[in-house]
């Protein structure tokens, strides 16, 4: 066996495709963490975990020493059991967080709900929340306690505390071409819901077009990981996979996606958005026995978008990371006119018309996206600034028959758009002469753990 701390005998050990022991794993990791292993040789070890791969065993032993590497999150004993949080591997128009965390809340869950900033066509929770003037993502724990305390739920950046090497593999797997490595995908993940202390995680793993996962089968070996990882750390944990070849919903771009989230917040909005966020909630109020099933959790879920109570649960979140009461007040209350004005305009508004007739057959999300990136919605890297009022609505959808000039997309922009641009945003509408099949079910399929939660049916 190779001597443990000597990082260049491990490195050659997974690039053979041997088995790497738990404590050669932590001598890793913590070479990662304190610094003394070097980039090329962190590089080089991710490289060989994406060619060789990793078993359940190596990838829980790697989840755990990354998990271990930083400070756990501690709670009141009180809310053992009701500590949920939902994870999502990144989609365009994703603004299921901003309903789901308060409608959790308002329901009697607890949620830290730890997420990121979006890099590449994939928009960032983070980001959609900046645009809301006063609004720190950055809370202690001691903070994020204290919210979770007052108002049930925050949703925040991954401290410095959490999880540090996670940080130092995250930023490199992209330069080392190792990001869709199974493993190193699940191990970062669940690294950071380890040290939350979580008591039932739901994931949302999307696949197609516009996904980290093009298909069906690739997002279910992932899901499978996941549930697998997350099981044996000790959290209930569920996946669902969900369809990513269109936008979700019908806004992309921060500030648009705020106000998208707000109409689900007030019991409206596309009735997609409402299916994913009933979905996942109802999945993760039965895995904290806050509800008998998945179905009287969906109907929780339902109520709480309904009456009133999520959105109060979104006010007062804002209000508890740095919004002025006023503000928050304003956007939660007011009319949607004073809601856009109080999260800023885009100079350019212009609509565009349908080059030819036909019937929707879907809007693609990835040309969209990608366009939309180029004029400010996201960063090429981490710590580019955005420009939260730059986005897109769709003004039409699948099955829907359009003529030739009639406008199908309302898109905000500083001014900027070329003809390139322009070329493909007008790709991303597919039209064709006959109308379009039934489109298939948003959510494909839910992977459960083997022994799920006593009680209640099985989705």
């Known amino acids: 066996m190779a001597a443990q701390g000597s990082l260049p005998a491990l490195i050659r050990k997974k690039r053979d495709g041997e088995r790497l022991e738990d404590e050669e794993i932590q001598s890793f990791v913590r070479g990662v963490t304190e610094g003394t292993a070097q980039q090329g040789q962190i590089g080089a070890m991710l490289m060989a975990i994406r060619l060789r791969g990793m078993d359940a065993g190596e990838t829980l032993a790697l989840t755990r020493a990354m998990?271990?590497?930083?400070?756990?999150?501690?709670?009141?004993?009180?809310?053992?059991?009701?500590?949920?949080?939902?994870?999502?591997?990144?989609?365009?128009?994703?603004?299921?967080?901003?309903?789901?965390?308060?409608?959790?809340?308002a329901c009697g869950c607890k949620v830290p709900m730890i997420s990121g900033r979006g890099l590449?066509?994939?928009?960032?929770t983070l980001d959609k929340l900046e645009a809301i003037p006063g609004f720190r993502a950055c809370q202690s724990p001691e903070q994020m306690r204290s919210i979770l305390e007052r108002v049930g739920c925050c949703i925040v950046g991954q401290s410095e505390e959490l999880a540090p090497a996670d940080r130092v593999l995250y930023g490199l797997r992209d330069v080392t071409a190792t990001v869709d490595s199974l493993p190193l995908i699940t191990a970062s993940i669940l690294s950071k819901k380890a040290?939350?202390?979580?008591?039932?995680?739901?994931?949302?793993?999307?696949?197609?077009?516009?996904?980290?996962?093009?298909?069906?089968?690739?997002?279910?070996e992932l899901a499978r990981s996941l549930v697998e990882v997350g099981e044996r750390l000790g959290i209930r944990t569920a996946a669902v996979?969900?369809?990513?070849?269109?936008?979700?919903?019908?806004?992309?771009?921060?500030?648009?996606?705020?106000?998208?989230?707000?109409?689900c917040l007030e019991g409206g909005g596309p009735p997609e958005l409402r299916e994913l966020v009933t979905t996942l909630g109802g999945l993760l109020l039965w895995q904290s026995g806050q509800a008998g099933g998945v179905t009287q959790?969906?109907?929780?879920?339902?109520?709480?978008?309904?009456d009133g109570s999520a959105l109060g649960a979104f006010e007062a979140m804002l209000g508890a990371q740095g919004v002025?009461?006023?503000?928050?007040?304003?956007?939660?209350?007011?009319?949607?006119p004073d809601r856009r004005h109080l999260l800023g305009r885009?100079?350019?508004?212009?609509?565009?018309?349908?080059?030819?007739?036909?019937?929707?057959?879907r809007v693609e999300a990835l040309p969209l996206a990608r366009?939309?990136?180029?004029?400010?919605?996201?960063?090429?890297?981490?710590?580019?600034?955005?420009?939260?009022?730059?986005?897109?609505?769709?003004?039409?959808?699948?099955?829907?028959?359009?003529?030739?000039?009639?406008?199908?997309?309302?898109?905000?922009?500083?001014?900027?758009?070329?003809?390139?641009?322009?070329?493909?945003?007008?790709?991303?509408l597919c039209l064709a002469p006959p109308p379009p099949p039934a489109p298939p079910p948003l959510v494909a399929e839910t992977i459960l753990p083997a022994a799920p939660p006593s009680g209640g049916e099985r989705p």
């Open 195 to 220: 040290a939350e202390q979580l008591s039932a995680l739901v994931l949302d793993v999307k696949f197609g077009g516009a996904a980290l996962c093009p298909t069906q089968e690739s997002a279910r």
């Open 324 to 336: 002025p009461p006023a503000t928050a007040r304003r956007l939660c209350a007011g009319p949607p």
């Open 120 to 124: 590449g066509h994939t928009g960032g």
């Open 346 to 361: 885009a100079a350019v508004c212009e609509e565009l018309p349908a080059p030819r007739g036909g019937w929707v057959q």
């Open 67 to 105: 998990a271990a590497s930083g400070r756990a999150l501690a709670w009141h004993p009180a809310w053992r059991g009701r500590l949920v949080d939902k994870h999502s591997t990144g989609g365009v128009g994703d603004k299921v967080s901003l309903a789901l965390a308060p409608a959790l809340a």
């Open 241 to 263: 996979l969900s369809r990513m070849d269109e936008p979700l919903g019908r806004c992309v771009g921060n500030s648009l996606e705020v106000l998208e989230a707000l109409e």
């Open 371 to 428: 366009v939309l990136h180029e004029l400010g919605t996201g960063r090429a890297r981490a710590g580019d600034p955005v420009n939260p009022r730059v986005g897109a609505e769709l003004l039409v959808a699948a099955g829907q028959r359009l003529r030739a000039g009639e406008p199908w997309l309302r898109l905000h922009h500083e001014g900027a758009l070329g003809a390139g641009a322009r070329r493909a945003l007008q790709g991303a």
């Open 297 to 306: 959790g969906r109907a929780l879920l339902g109520r709480a978008l309904d």
